[in-house]
């Protein structure tokens, strides 16, 4: 949660200017953890890359085997349905 030392608040990450700065006096606030630490870089609107969070460290992601079992089912039911509309 970024954390204002001049004015002695914390404010929620939307409530920040643009440039990651206090909304009151301007000054820079660092985001910080639950735990106090510095998180480094600062996020902010401009240097959010959604690429980096969305990608996936060159892993494939794979529908895990229970999706594809359920699919299966799925069409089996669905083409029994259709067949026994002739039957
Ligand atoms: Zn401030």
Redesign the pocket.
């Known amino acids: 949660m970024p954390w204002?030392?001049?004015?002695a608040?914390y404010?929620v990450p939307n409530a920040l200017t643009i440039e990651g700065?206090?909304?009151?006096?301007?000054?820079v606030?660092g985001q910080s953890d639950i735990n106090g630490r510095s998180i480094d870089p600062l996020v902010t609107a401009k240097t959010l890359d959604l690429r980096a969070l969305a990608s996936t460290d060159g892993q494939d992601e794979k529908a895990p085997w229970h999706f594809k079992l359920l699919v299966s089912a799925l069409v089996i039911y669905i083409s029994w349905r259709v067949v026994s509309l002739f039957i």
């Open positions: 204002c030392e001049p004015c608040k404010f700065g206090c909304p009151k006096c301007g000054a606030v």
